[in-house]
């Protein structure tokens, strides 16, 4: 006959039995429903296409829906806000850019943390800029310009895709490295900035590589220089700043995929190593390439060293460029 204590350890023995198995159908049946992937700008930008791909990538291996929704806002902050109080299942992921993880919250006080609201997976693509100048400018490559810009003493204008946007932010560190003063002018975007540098309004712009890729053999723009570490495969022509005479100069953005805090590690890891699989697709490869994106797929440890490596560095470039409203 089974006594009190032989009753009680049966009903324990059964307990986790059952919340064992659970757990294992809910590995095993995830996701149940359709994934949400944020997107923090508006559709058709880079981040919104690298969501895309992911998205089609993970619907075929989950054989679930993984759904796009765009909530621009705030430079990002109201994506990113709602994902951080997004419940932790897995269903609901940020794309986010360095401006929500690094740029954003050295600028003001926010409603999240990027470290610790955020449960890293894997940057999905990552982009340099490059320096662009207006083709009346008279220079040949980042010597000349650093030059031509000392001459001028503080009277030339610089465009950005807005204040404390990245294009702004690089400019600024890279101008400091240089010794250089010159004068920001803020637009609201991309599109317009390198619009005014082409039509000879402003003299430069740091851009993104695929603004200027349609301008790279016209004429219209002189592409000096590139801000990564090494040069890129749609521009293998132009040097990067740090072989131009700026040794250990790199800054580049990317974009990648976070989930909530809290959301299980064994799901995060699934996710990146997809993420990773993706990165080697040559289909995913070519579709980056046209869109001056290298694909990344890192493991969510080193996302998360990216993450704190480069909220040191961009706060820092805050700083210097005075933009910060903390």
Partial sequence: MLNFRSLFSLAACSLAA????????????????PVKIIVPYPAGGNTDNQARMIAQHMSGVYGQQFVVEN??????????????????DGHTILIS???QMAIAPAMAKLRYDPVKSFSPISIVGTNALVLAVGKNIPVNNLKEFVEYAKAKNGQLNYASA?????????????????????SH?????????????LAGHVPLYFANVAEVLPHAKTGNLKLLAITGDKRVDQLPEVPTIAESGFPG???????????????PQK????????????AKRPDVIEKMKVIGVTPVGNTPAAFAE?????IAMWGEAVRISGASSN
Avoid: C
Avoid at 25 to 33: D, F, G, L, R, V
Avoid at 163 to 176: Q, T
Avoid at 306 to 310: A, G, K, P, V, Y
């Fill in 18 to 33: 059952a919340v064992g198995f659970s757990g294992v159908a809910n590995a095993q049946t995830w996701p149940e429903k």
């Fill in 162 to 182: 807005g204040n404390g946007s990245v294009p702004h932010l690089a400019a600024v560190l890279f101008f400091k490295r240089a010794g250089l003063t010159l």
């Fill in 249 to 263: 100069f790199s800054v580049h953005t990317w974009n990648g995929l976070l989930a909530p805090a809290g959301t």
């Fill in 71 to 88: 909530k621009p806002g705030a430079n990002g902050v109201i994506a990113a806000e709602f994902v951080a109080n997004s419940p932790a």
């Fill in 306 to 310: 990216t993450i704190r490596r480069d």
């Fill in 97 to 99: 850019a360095v401006a």
């Fill in 185 to 197: 002018v803020p637009y609201k975007g991309g599109a317009p900035a390198i619009a005014d540098v």
């Fill in 267 to 278: 799901l995060i890891d699934q996710l990146a190593a997809h993420v990773a699989t993706a």
